[in-house]
């Protein structure tokens, strides 16, 4: 391996020279560059969604509201008791819509109505979507406009308001 020496001094020496030779490293940066402009997109390629923000609102129980609860049976079907009360699907109508009338009633008429009530669903962890989706989409047939779950903390955990 030689090595290139500048020109000679006075004295009849050789100096060597102390420039850096930057082909090679430019090639790599070159290489590098262009891996990056290839694999940067396909890494970010996601679908825009926006997620829900982790928060605890504690619940305020007003008498007029709905409590339901639901869960599977063990055939593959679904319970949903409306209090205490086991319901099917055409029951679990009647009575909303009953209740959303009487409550308007309550209240003086349609044109008098401030706050209806809520529906609160509480779900067992084991239990098929489509039995939750089935109350909520039949208490919103019914009328209700607010329909919420009510689940539980995990334990431990700080609550944080955002």
């Avoid at 030779?21 to 070159?30: F, G």
């Avoid at 409306?82 to 959303?100: H, I």
């Avoid at 047939?141 to 308001?161: K, L, M, N, Q």
Wanted: one cysteine or more.
């Amino acid at each position: 391996m030689a090595m290139s020496t500048g020109p000679s001094g006075g004295d009849g020496e050789e100096t060597p020279m102390s420039d850096i030779n930057t082909t090679p490293l430019v090639d790599v940066m070159l290489v590098l560059l262009i891996i990056f402009l290839i694999t940067v997109p396909v890494v970010l390629q996601t679908v825009p969604v926006n997620l829900p923000k982790v928060r605890f609102e504690p619940t305020t129980t007003k008498p007029e509201n709905v409590n339901l609860s639901v869960r599977a049976d063990g055939a593959g079907g679904c319970e949903v008791y409306w209090g205490l009360t086991r319901m099917n699907s055409q029951q679990l109508l009647d009575r909303a819509v009953e209740k959303l009338k009487a409550e308007i009633e309550k209240q003086g008429g349609p044109a008098n109505v401030t706050e209806l009530p809520e529906a609160h669903i509480r779900g067992d962890v084991n239990t098929p979507y489509k039995c939750i989706g089935g109350a909520v989409f039949t208490m919103q047939r019914a009328g209700f406009s607010r329909v919420g779950f009510i689940s539980e903390p995990a334990p431990g955990g700080s609550v944080t308001r955002l």
